[in-house]
């Protein structure tokens, strides 16, 4: 029986849900539900979460709820849940104010065992002190010194590595002095080591309670089925109430502030500096206020034709800042116009041009139409169903969870319509636009940054780091430093124990389907003479797609990083009569969504096929808009604007050179599988180390006439060439929606060519290599070549990784090693096996531990709950709900894989009955005999590298 009160409800035509309120009056709590026919039911709680101290505590709770619990006193319940249900998304995610456990699944059982785990995790963790030690911090001895380990601390420290992370923090902490939002929620690795285990006790009896608890759920599934067992789980031990916590309001300023603030940099070169210009706005929770600031977002910044935009790319220096624009995610509205790539006397003219760039749009305002694009694209973005790396419904609701949380209307946060409708008058007013703009000449609450790099950012952090280590030490005293070794034998015992998962429930793999769920069939093509037609029919929402795709297969290997580049450049070029101002004004009235890619796949014999491909979206009613984007730019992009290409490389390749230390996993991923897969090697080619000569020597060769003139007339035989070839094109829609929108497409005359096929590769990429970037943490990968899809062993390899990652990886590299994450996968797409470590203190020690996880893996008797684990982590990848339009992408995919449901089905086959003798002797042939190729992400060469040879990135790249 629920003792929650419905308090409203309202239907959403275009979410095709209806949303529901409720309140429990005996404690305050909220439940937002979702309701729809949507197969894939969500869950959420959140709590707000307020700390004054930069500790982490809000963090590492997150992490230490997930630990064990009253009902379910497991070592890690929330991992064992992850290889014992459906789920097709599982996580938890701390913010700045607020912390959120949410799920997802398909089967209703499993939906509600979730519920059971997740409500018990939150509200009765056990918060066991060794747990506290493996997921916070701890101390440990080596050679009698005083170490850091912990899996938060860790992850913190990788997650300083992002300049803009730094950036954020330096205006956030100075705009909302005196809030939450001035200390580092994640957790500062400097001051983490400060929080105790009773301290962190203490934040969790005073935040999660029913009376600070906002549920929201979405699917087939009913209110009140959720509200029975929150009642009984929950409420029934729980009472009383409490005023909910709300985040700060900051203080408005009487004047206008600056400050400084330093960012990490390789090199911390002449032409790093940047500036920021920020200001505090209404609270996020106030529909009206976020739309107005989502206008200014749009109306100064949204294209290149917008009059920021436009200031900051035409300047001749510097770049736009990856910070602008609008952020909601504190209760404040914060708004950032800035620019980077600067030095440091042109930090003060570039304040100057951006604040006449703000008068000048306070006295003009802009176009009418590029605010009704805006208006427009938030009804596209309410219909979308796309999911994304989360299902599309739990998007949604943490979208609207800080307006929940905020005391706003949960109801105006999801259904956009009455906003839109009074905007669309508003915006008719000129002055309506132009009042936003002087709003902002005019705040007194406005920050300017000057933004600096340090070299010596994460030098001075270590150094700090070690003296906090060595006082420590030398204050240490007899019956200190035996409880420190006294809590690591008993967290090294704990983390030996056994899961004692027994007591959790758990779907069984018998219980699923051995039926592969079948791929959308294709529909017969229709050729026009321009082009082969593939017209889809799905529930779009009223939405239509069209990709139009080009196979450039046979394309050269040294054309493919130009490839990469003609992608990124292609869509911000100019067309026909208009400059790339106008052109950009243009594309973003035709269509909501345009983009421009090359995907790669891997045929079964191992050859690479690849397809550039132009996409654009929108809503049923602008089909011509939508044709008349992708046909011009085919037909027309220009290649004659050369100080706009010069303009983009250099924007782009200085922003990747800038995240080298960010992006050091997927370095390391890619040139450890490059040597072993086409797939791999491509990617590596085009976005990974393999890439940088050829980045560093763009950029230069970019500087000059000449060299730009020959980049330009490079890229424009490319696309030549390119649209020489009669392309395949994708469209759908709701009943003849995708027929009718293929129909209008005027594509260049091409002719039927065979079918091309990628040239053998002779390139030898890097071996054994330690790549480095300043940093705190690694990246350890090891990769093995391994069968493809429709090859023998493919399904136990999988298996193995499954079970190699639960049982063994899991436990040695994150429980033990402290790295954020470690596991093991096979890919049938890439035919490759790896083993990798994410924001990894060790380098040398991991991989020993991925030697030893071979060895363990032919000699340890594994359980047949464990393999069973294993063999539901692999059913559920292939059972992973799809969008209807990304169910035209996968079933395209398959196809270009030569990938057919007859494969899918021996491989589900296989899997479901796959045993430990097949996986020993898959692990035995193909790991064990088989040669690993190696590469790590370092964040130093001092440590033992384990044999690899160091490899400078940004040397690498400024070598070319």
């Not at 000129?430 to 950012?457: C, M, Q």
């Not at 039926?515 to 529909?523: C, E, F, G, I, Y």
């Amino acid at each position: 029986m629920t003792t929650f009160n419905k308090t409203g409800s309202r239907a959403i035509p275009s979410l095709q849900a209806t949303v529901e309120e409720y309140i429990e009056p005996q404690t305050g709590a909220r439940h937002i539900h979702l309701a729809s026919d949507s197969g894939e039911m969500v869950f959420l709680v959140a709590f707000p979460t307020v700390p004054d101290v930069s500790d982490g505590r809000a963090h590492i709770l997150e992490h230490l709820a997930l630990c064990g619990s009253q009902r379910y006193p497991v070592r890690d319940p929330f991992f064992a849940m992850m290889r014992r249900s459906t789920a097709t998304f599982m996580n938890a995610f701390t913010y700045a104010d607020r912390t959120v456990y949410p799920f997802a699944s398909t089967d209703k059982t499993d939906f509600l065992n979730l519920l059971d785990v997740y409500l018990d995790a939150t509200f009765f963790p056990n918060l066991d002190y060794l747990n506290f030690l493996q997921e916070g911090w701890r101390h440990e001895l080596k050679d009698g010194k005083l170490t850091y380990q912990g899996v938060v601390f860790n992850e913190m420290k990788g997650a300083f590595n992002d300049p803009i992370r730094a950036l954020y923090s330096g205006v956030e902490s100075t705009l909302l002095q005196g809030t939450t939002y001035e200390v580092e929620s994640g957790g500062d690795p400097l001051v983490i080591p400060e929080l105790t285990h009773a301290m962190l006790k203490e934040f969790h009896a005073s935040h999660y309670h029913p009376s600070q608890a906002v549920f929201m759920t979405a699917g087939d599934i009913s209110a009140a089925e959720v509200q029975e067992q929150i009642a009984k789980r929950v409420l029934s031990k729980l009472t009383g109430t409490a005023s909910r916590m709300l985040p700060e309001l900051a203080e408005g300023w009487t004047a206008p502030k600056v400050n400084e603030v330093r960012i990490p940099s390789q090199k911390a070169k002449a032409d790093e500096y940047g500036l920021q210009l920020t200001w505090l706005m209404g609270e996020s929770a106030d529909m009206e206020a976020y739309y107005n600031a989502y206008l200014l977002s749009a109306g100064l910044l949204g294209d290149s034709s917008s009059p920021l935009m436009k200031a900051m790319e035409s300047a001749g220096y510097g770049r736009p800042s990856r910070l602008n624009g609008h952020d909601n995610s504190p209760r404040q509205l914060i708004f950032h116009i800035g620019m980077e790539g600067l030095t440091e006397p042109q930090i003060e003219k570039a304040r100057v041009r951006l604040w006449a760039a703000l008068e000048k749009a306070a006295v003009d305002g802009v176009p009418i139409e590029a605010l009704q694009a805006a208006l427009r694209d938030i009804r596209y973005t309410q219909r979308d169903t796309a999911s994304g790396r989360m299902p599309n419904a739990l998007s949604r609701l943490l979208h609207a969870l800080p307006v929940a949380m905020r005391d706003g209307s949960v109801f105006d946060s999801l259904d956009s319509d009455a906003d839109l409708a009074k905007l669309e008058i508003a915006i008719q007013d000129p002055d309506y636009f132009k009042g936003l703009v002087r709003f902002l000449l005019e705040s007194p609450t406005r920050l300017t940054t000057s933004v600096v790099p340090d070299a010596e950012y994460f030098t001075a952090r270590d150094a700090v780091e070690e003296a906090q280590l060595a006082a420590r030490t030398a204050a240490l005293s007899d019956s200190e430093r035996a409880r420190i070794e006294a809590d690591t034998a008993a967290l090294d015992k704990h983390q030996k124990l056994p899961s004692n998962s027994e007591v959790l429930p758990r779907i069984r793999p018998d219980e699923l389907s051995p039926q592969v769920r079948a791929s959308l069939p294709l529909p017969p093509h229709q050729e026009n003479g321009m082009a082969k037609i593939l017209p889809f029919t799905i529930a779009s929402n009223g939405l239509s797609y069209v990709r139009v795709a080009y196979d450039v297969s046979g394309f050269d290997a040294a054309d493919w990083p130009w490839l990469h580049l003609y992608s990124d450049l292609a869509s911000e070029l100019g067309v026909g009569d208009m400059d790339y101002e106008d052109a950009d004004a243009w594309r973003q009235r035709m269509a909501p969504s345009f983009n421009i890619g090359v995907d790669a796949s891997q045929q079964p014999d191992g050859a690479l096929r690849l397809e550039l491909w132009f996409g654009a979206s929108g809503l049923r009613e602008e089909h011509a808009g939508i044709a008349e984007l992708i046909s011009r730019t085919l037909a027309e992009t220009r290649f004659d604007e050369h100080e706009r290409m010069a303009f983009l490389i250099d924007s782009d390749v200085q922003d990747r050179l800038n995240g080298l230390a960010q992006s050091g996993n997927r370095y390391a991923m890619l040139s450890a599988a490059a040597p072993l897969s086409q797939l791999r090697r491509f990617e590596d080619m085009t976005g990974g180390t393999a890439s940088l000569p050829f980045e560093g020597q763009i950029l230069k060769q970019s500087k000059t006439p000449e060299g730009i003139a020959a980049i330009a007339a490079k890229l424009s035989e490319l696309h030549r060439r390119i649209t020489a070839i009669t392309p395949t094109v994708l469209s759908a829609g709701a009943g003849d929606d995708g027929k009718e929108l293929g129909g209008l497409l005027v594509l260049p005359a091409s002719e039927p060519v065979a079918r091309a096929v990628a040239p053998a590769q002779t390139e030898v990429p890097l071996e054994s290599a330690a790549l480095h970037a300043v940093s705190q943490i690694n990246h350890c990968v090891a990769a093995w070549r391994a069968p493809m899809l429709h090859e023998e062993g493919a399904a136990a390899l999988a298996v193995a990784g499954e079970l190699m990652t639960n049982q063994l990886l899991h436990t040695a590299l994150r429980e033990k090693g402290g790295a954020y994450g470690g596991s093991a996968g096979y890919t049938g797409s890439a035919g490759t096996f790896v083993m990798s470590s994410y924001r990894d203190p060790r380098l040398a020690e991991t991989y020993a531990d991925f030697n030893m996880a071979i060895d363990q893996m032919l000699e340890t008797e594994f359980s047949q709950e464990e393999l069973e684990e294993a063999i539901l982590g692999v059913i559920k990848g292939m059972d992973k709900p799809n969008a209807p339009y990304d169910q035209v992408l996968h079933a395209w995919s398959l196809h270009q894989r030569g990938v057919d449901d007859t494969v899918r089905q021996r491989f589900r086959t296989d899997a479901l009955n796959c045993t430990l003798e097949n996986i020993r002797a898959v692990v035995r042939q193909w790991l064990k005999n088989g040669k690993p190729s190696r590469a790590a992400f370092a964040g130093n060469l001092t440590q033992d590298l384990s044999g690899l040879k160091g490899v400078d990135l940004l040397e690498l790249a400024n070598a070319a």
